[in-house]
């Protein structure tokens, strides 16, 4: 499986007026993943896929309410990523969130009820597929607001820091994210503060509709770290080795030397920006080339070639990472919903005097 690493020039503060030094490759003494690590991989991305195509069935359905957004095509791109954190690192992310919740290691039977809105789910059902949530599992949340995650990510980073921790934080966006404030303004501070933080672009190339190319001014994103002075690479998104292996040289980078680290993986969707969402402005010829291009698909045909995985051997998989899928929808259609009065229970941390508690039909001024 091949990588392709590019760098974008950065310096240290400390070394203003000398030569800027090049990252180090992502690529540079990787160790190549055993069979039994490679046919792991595969499964975790199987199952990303079954769980998103159910997910998509059950919003048809009316079990799932609200935005749902599914990572279809991104799964070498989550597995990768995941791979190269410890259970001790938190992970912030956005709301295309359920394969990162499934490759953190939550259970697909709590991150399904969730997405039904149940009790049993793992934001207790009012989070919801945009807003899942683990301290546990340190997966500290989709965001429904673009980039409102980053902010809360850079100061995760500067509590670790200040701490003297050695967790590391991972923040993931999309494209489009890179073009607000919020995005440029935490860049800036962790770059400023050594913050122990790896910013993921998933670049998918299209903001909703519109492609990179036309809503960014330079499309290759990841060189927009060398304004921050920081280190950063871009990687091909769709293979799951050459991800694992750029984010480790991030992450790595970020506990040991306490620097951030911009990475670009370029993952393209096979859908819409949403289930509801037709994609009717992709030609016939980019879903072809998309479809192509499906990672899953593409590693399956890799790992058969190999010897590694055969065609009655992946069917085997296919049958039971299906029936996990299926019992985690069972689950979530058998949990229940959660009590109106657990409404305001997850609003703060700490109790908030005055906190208002009202729901809509209530009087303003009480009875």
């Not at 998103?52 to 279809?72: D, F, M, P, Q, V």
């Amino acid at each position: 499986m091949a990588e392709t690493v590019q760098a974008a020039p950065a310096r240290s503060r400390s070394a203003r007026g000398t030569k800027a030094p090049r990252p180090k490759s992502a690529a540079a003494s990787p160790k190549a993943p055993d069979d039994g690590t490679l046919v792991g991989y595969y499964r975790q991305m199987l199952l990303i896929r079954r769980f998103e195509e159910r997910a998509a069935r059950a919003y048809t359905e009316a079990k799932i309410g609200g935005y749902c957004h599914l990572n279809l095509g991104e799964e070498a791109t989550v597995v990768g990523l995941m791979t190269a954190l410890r259970p001790t690192d938190y992970l912030f992310t956005n709301y295309r969130e359920h394969g990162y919740a499934l490759a953190k290691g939550i259970g697909a039977d709590r991150v399904m009820a969730e997405l039904y809105g149940r009790s049993t789910g793992v934001s207790k059902g009012w989070g919801g597929s945009m807003h899942l949530f683990d301290a546990e599992a340190r997966l500290l949340g989709g965001y429904g607001i673009v980039g409102g995650q980053v902010p809360l990510a850079a100061g995760a980073a500067l509590a670790v820091s200040y701490k003297g921790g050695d967790e590391v934080v991972m923040c993931h966006m999309g494209d489009g994210t890179t073009a607000i404030g919020a995005f440029h303004e935490s860049l800036n501070i962790a770059g400023l503060w050594d913050l122990p933080v790896v910013f993921v672009v998933i670049n998918n190339g299209l903001g909703m509709g519109t492609t990179v190319e036309n809503s960014s001014a330079e499309p290759e994103l990841y060189r927009r770290g060398a304004a921050y002075r920081m280190e950063s690479a871009r990687v091909d998104g769709t293979d799951v080795v050459a991800v694992r292996d750029a984010a480790r040289t991030a992450v790595e980078r970020a506990r040991s030397q306490s620097k951030p680290y911009l990475l670009e993986t370029v993952s393209p969707r096979l859908k819409g920006h949403s289930v509801v969402d037709p994609a009717r402005y992709r030609s016939k010829e980019e879903k072809e080339t998309l479809k192509a291009a499906d990672p899953l698909a593409r590693m399956a045909l890799e790992l058969e070639e190999a010897g590694i995985l055969s065609h009655d051997d992946r069917d085997k998989l296919d049958a039971e990472v299906t029936a996990e899928v299926d019992a985690a929808a069972a689950f979530a259609d058998d949990s229940p919903a959660p009590e109106v009065s657990t409404l305001f229970d997850y609003t703060y941390a700490t109790p908030v005097p005055g906190e208002l508690r009202r729901l809509p039909a209530d009087p303003v001024f009480g009875s």
